[in-house]
């Protein structure tokens, strides 16, 4: 068997999770991303990297982004439903061009306990509510809907059978 990492950044505990089962899954290393150590990286024949999605910004990536990788695998969690969002922003704004072409990017839901946020993060979460709302009904998108219809409660989107894409393509990507 090869030799696989899963690197994971998670606030709240919902990418770690999923990073967890990845890792058990593939019999892969699991490491948290502030433990890695950058010289590591290359001894991976892959690196299956995890970060919670924070304002379109992927928690943690540029550990992989600024330094490279033999293969290499991303995984977003975030709140949005995953079949009907447009990630094209955000992958645009984690990743040059060149580099999503190398590798393989994957998106999960993760879930959202407001009780358990941080100020500045239960601020962020009222701001974004609060320009939702200014927002014209026909601008309004699924999107949109799927945060108001979420805002203030506690939701669990965590899904083990979602990895099961990510372990199969993750396995090929070995195999190769
Ligand atoms: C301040 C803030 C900003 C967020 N921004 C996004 C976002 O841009 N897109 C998204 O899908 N989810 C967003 N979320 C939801 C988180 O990505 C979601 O709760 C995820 O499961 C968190 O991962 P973690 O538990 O590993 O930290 C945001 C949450 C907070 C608190």
Partial sequence: MKNIAVIYKSKYGT??????????????????????????????????FGGGLYASGILGVKLVTENPCKNLIVFTVGCAKPEITDFSNILKKNFTPELLEKIKVFHLRGGIDYKKLGLIDKGMMAMMRKMIMQKDEKEKDSEYEAFLETYGNKVDFTDKGTIEPIVKFAKEMVER
């Fill in 15 to 48: 990418t770690k999770r999923y990073a967890e089962w990845i890792a058990e899954e593939l019999d892969a290393a699991l490491i948290e991303e502030s433990k890695v150590k950058i010289s590591q990286l290359q001894s991976y024949d892959l690196v299956i």
